[in-house]
């Protein structure tokens, strides 16, 4: 039996007395799309600050491709090949698309801050490997015409676009997805589920997402983990979350959990 490429177990995230996570267990494996939903305050994007280092959970463990990171600090938890985006757009305005891009090559470079000063041999290496590594993601997205545009030039999905593929430049083998549809058009919405779907196709990346569209979520997720209360009701495959009776009182109310329709939205 193969390895699972990130292994939750038993995690518990405790804020003065207030349980923001009891306990929670569960595994993706690598090369899927795994999906964490439930109402808001379920503890979800506590889930992802213990898994990327910005929280240090009270107890359990997080392993990735076998390693024990819990409690790891952020930047080193990003060098075993983790990446993340948040529910709010966080570009910076004031640069280029290409150099919002680069931002996301720090961790290939290694010459430091003073050889990156006085632009040293192995500095200007790494500058044209970032370049063209952001072209290749530029290319990717269909957006090598927009390299010197500043984003908030762009609709709200490219610009939504222009930070996922900042994850991309950080060549992780695991991408965290924080609401990436959220204040979506339909069609801005479909755009990122090929976009994600693509990615994990070429790069053979993972995605772990919080996202509140159901719909999408059902098609395109291979697993789906549900929290509610900071606790851990469901786990399974978008047909049996959807059909399964915890997981509907926890959207529609306890009143209409036994002989409701399947969650659909």
Same mark, same amino acid.
């Given at each position: 039996?193969?390895?699972?490429?990130?292994?939750?177990?038993?995690?518990?995230?405790r804020f003065?007395?207030?349980?923001?996570l009891?306990?929670v267990?569960?595994?993706?494996?690598?090369?899927?799309?795994?999906s964490?939903?439930? &109402?808001n305050g379920a503890?979800k994007?506590?889930?992802?600050?213990?898994?990327?280092?910005?929280? +240090?959970p009270?107890s359990?463990k $997080?392993?990735?491709?076998?390693?024990?990171?819990?409690?790891?600090a952020?930047?080193r938890? @990003? *060098?075993?090949?983790?990446a +993340?985006?948040?529910?709010?757009? =966080?570009?910076?305005?004031?640069?280029?698309?290409?150099?919002?891009?680069l931002?996301?090559a !720090? +961790?290939?470079?290694?010459?430091?801050?003073?050889?990156? #000063?006085?632009l @040293?041999?192995?500095a *200007?290496?790494?500058?044209r490997? =970032?370049?063209?590594?952001?072209?290749?993601v530029?290319e990717?997205?269909?957006?090598?015409d927009?390299?010197? $545009?500043?984003?908030g030039e762009?609709? !709200?999905?490219r610009q /939504?676009?222009?930070e996922?593929?900042? #994850?991309?430049?950080? /060549? =992780?083998r695991?991408?965290?997805?924080d609401? &990436?549809?959220?204040?979506? @058009?339909?069609?801005?919405?479909t %755009?990122?589920?090929?976009l994600i779907?693509? %990615? *994990?196709?070429?790069?053979g990346?993972?995605?772990?997402?919080?996202?509140?569209?159901?719909?999408v979520?059902?098609?395109i @997720?291979?697993k789906?983990?549900?929290?509610?209360f900071?606790?851990?009701?469901?786990?399974?495959t978008? +047909?049996?979350v959807? #059909?399964n009776?915890?997981?509907? %009182?926890?959207?529609?109310g306890t009143?209409?959990?036994?002989?409701?329709? &399947?969650?659909? %939205?």
């Amino acid at each position: 039996m193969s390895q699972a490429l990130l292994e939750v177990t038993s995690l518990l995230m405790r804020f003065q007395g207030i349980t923001a996570l009891d306990t929670v267990s569960f595994t993706m494996d690598a090369g899927s799309i795994t999906s964490l939903i439930g &109402p808001n305050g379920a503890g979800k994007t506590t889930m992802f600050n213990c898994i990327t280092g910005m929280y +240090r959970p009270t107890s359990g463990k $997080v392993a990735f491709d076998g390693a024990d990171i819990t409690g790891e600090a952020a930047h080193r938890v @990003s *060098r075993h090949g983790i990446a +993340r985006t948040f529910q709010n757009l =966080a570009l910076f305005g004031g640069l280029t698309v290409m150099d919002n891009l680069l931002v996301g090559a !720090y +961790r290939q470079g290694s010459s430091g801050l003073l050889q990156g #000063a006085f632009l @040293s041999r192995r500095a *200007r290496a790494e500058q044209r490997a =970032a370049v063209a590594s952001a072209t290749e993601v530029l290319e990717f997205l269909g957006m090598l015409d927009l390299a010197d $545009v500043l984003p908030g030039e762009l609709p !709200y999905g490219r610009q /939504k676009e222009i930070e996922f593929a900042r #994850a991309l430049m950080q /060549k =992780a083998r695991l991408v965290l997805l924080d609401e &990436p549809m959220a204040g979506m @058009s339909t069609a801005e919405k479909t %755009a990122m589920t090929a976009l994600i779907q693509r %990615a *994990r196709r070429q790069f053979g990346m993972s995605f772990l997402i919080v996202e509140h569209d159901i719909p999408v979520i059902m098609d395109i @997720s291979d697993k789906i983990v549900v929290l509610d209360f900071g606790r851990k009701i469901a786990e399974g495959t978008p +047909r049996e979350v959807q #059909a399964n009776e915890a997981v509907i %009182a926890a959207y529609l109310g306890t009143e209409h959990g036994a002989g409701a329709d &399947p969650v659909t %939205a």
